[in-house]
């Protein structure tokens, strides 16, 4: 973050200095007193497990040179008191982005949105440093910390946007202010929440309202939901996808080492090798090349920018496993748009090997949770799975899908726990095992099964 005092946080923050030097220059900020840098401010949460307050002094002593605290408290060092410390980090990274000049990018979805993320950090790197959501960083709380970790090198933000209710991304584009937008698509994650695809889709699409005149918005021609929705952008659209749109791909081939396609963006084409699989990352990487086209970026750099782009783990990774098998971890979360596409991806790799498919409970999807396993359970059917491994009670709808629709091996299991104990006996040699299903299922213990000797 921009070095500022202890005087002009309080100011940005609207709070009190209790003690300390006014004059203190506070160069970032911290929220666990175990990754405190010198020169930190520290922010005292209150959370469910334990309350920051109690960390302040620790804080201290690893370096920090002050703390900011929702309550007093006995401590060595600079205090600011606040009467809402979440408040107070939102309105420091708003000041620090009301002082970065350079493209801002928010970036939501119902799925693909980090890997979306990723490539478009990517992309803009061709300029030089850019800043990029973490890890799950793009919450209330996320966000105004990844803004406040800018740098003076930094040229560009790409900050990852989630949703959990209305209103909220509205909420993450007041601090971020961004200048231009994507939205991957629109599918039943958070269904459960708002009720309907339509409230998803008006959700997302504060993203849409939030952009300036000047600002544009690059969506998903593929997703019918999107083309809607378009109409609430009050600057430029415009549209990627598979086959059509200012940037549109030719020539998708599927390698042992990602995806390889033609890009073709606004005139130009320029040859792609995305380190990841699927249809749906083609989608994601033309719609990160668009934007940094629109910003001025050459095709043919960001274009090599994206076959070095560090992928988010647990999302479509190729692992070799035990037994030959060709694990596909894409373990990290799951809705039935992105099973799907996980399946679509398993028949690209495994050629005219034995498929396979480890999926488990697909959560959140409310009234339409009965119908969104069984949705996945006929395409298995459909696309000639050769095994199906169900896990946990809402899996069973799947699997009783799949079953009923001519799927040759369904088995299904209460846990990953019975699930990863029959696994060698039910996965051939040689097999192409697709793992996925809701973050809360931690069926990265299935992918670790998958990989490790069982003795070990």
Same mark, same amino acid.
């Given at each position: 973050?921009?070095?500022? @005092? ?18 203190? %220059? ?31 002094? $620790? ?6 040179? *002050? ?54 950090? *990517? ?19 996320? #966000?105004?910390? $990844?803004?406040? !970790?800018?740098?003076? @090198? ?24 961004? $200048? ?12 459960? #929440?708002? !009720? ?31 083309? =809607? ?12 996808? #598979? ?28 040859? %792609? *090798? ?8 083609? =989608?994601?990487?033309? !719609? ?17 920018? +994206? ?7 647990? =999302?479509? $990774? ?8 060709? +694990? ?43 119908? !969104?396993?069984? /949705? ?12 199906? +491994? ?6 069973? /709808? ?59």
């Amino acid at each position: 973050m921009t070095p500022r @005092t202890i005087r002009e946080i309080a100011q940005v923050v609207e709070g009190d200095i209790l003690q300390g030097d006014p004059d203190t %220059v506070v160069s970032g900020v911290a929220i666990d007193s175990r990754q405190v840098l010198s020169g930190d401010l520290f922010v005292a949460f209150r959370g469910e497990r334990a309350d920051g307050h109690d960390f302040v002094q $620790t804080a201290f002593r690893q370096g920090a040179v *002050a703390a900011l605290v929702g309550r007093r408290l006995d401590a060595d060092g600079p205090l600011i008191q606040v009467a809402d410390p979440l408040v107070a980090v939102q309105r420091l990274a708003a000041r620090e982005r009301q002082e970065f000049s350079g493209p801002v990018v928010g970036v939501t979805g119902s799925n693909g949105k980090t890997s979306t993320k990723d490539l478009l950090a *990517a992309v803009f790197s061709v300029s030089g440093p850019c800043l990029a959501t973490t890890s799950n960083q793009n919450n209330e709380l996320g #966000l105004p910390l $990844t803004i406040l !970790g800018r740098a003076a @090198t930094h040229w560009a933000m790409v900050l990852e946007m989630g949703m959990r209710g209305p209103g909220q991304i509205r909420q993450l584009c007041d601090i971020a202010q961004p $200048t231009a937008g994507i939205i991957t698509n629109i599918g039943h994650s958070h269904i459960e #929440l708002l !009720g309907s695809q339509e409230n998803i889709a008006r959700t997302k699409a504060e993203l849409l309202e939030s952009l300036p005149a000047n600002g544009v918005a690059a969506l998903c021609r593929d997703d019918p939901w999107l083309v =809607r929705m378009a109409e609430r952008c009050r600057g430029r659209v415009v549209w990627y996808g #598979l086959h059509a749109g200012d940037a549109w791909a030719r020539d998708i081939r599927t390698t042992p080492a990602g995806t390889r396609f033609i890009a073709c963006v606004l005139g130009e084409q320029a040859e %792609v *090798a995305l380190p990841t699989y699927g249809r749906h990352n083609v =989608r994601n990487a033309l !719609g990160a090349l668009l934007l940094g086209a629109l910003h001025g970026l050459p095709l043919s750099a960001a274009a090599a920018r +994206v076959a070095q782009a560090r992928m988010s783990s647990g =999302r479509l $990774t190729l692992r070799h496993g035990r037994l030959g098998w060709r +694990v596909i971890d894409d373990s990290y979360n799951a809705s039935p748009a992105s099973v799907t596409a996980g399946i679509d991806t398993l028949f690209d790799l495994a050629e005219d090997g034995f498929t396979a498919a480890v999926l488990g409970d697909m959560l959140e999807l409310g009234a339409y949770e009965r119908e !969104g396993h069984q /949705e996945v359970g006929r395409y298995l059917a459909e696309r000639g799975i050769d095994c199906l +491994v169900a896990i946990g009670p809402r899996s069973r /709808e799947m699997a009783d899908a799949a079953r009923a629709h001519g799927c040759p091996q369904v088995h299904w299991f209460a846990d990953k726990e019975q699930a990863m104990t029959a696994l060698d006996d039910l996965l051939p040699q040689g097999a192409c095992v697709l793992v996925k299903g809701s973050r809360a299922m931690h069926l990265e213990d299935v992918v670790a099964r998958l990989l490790q000797d069982p003795l070990s």
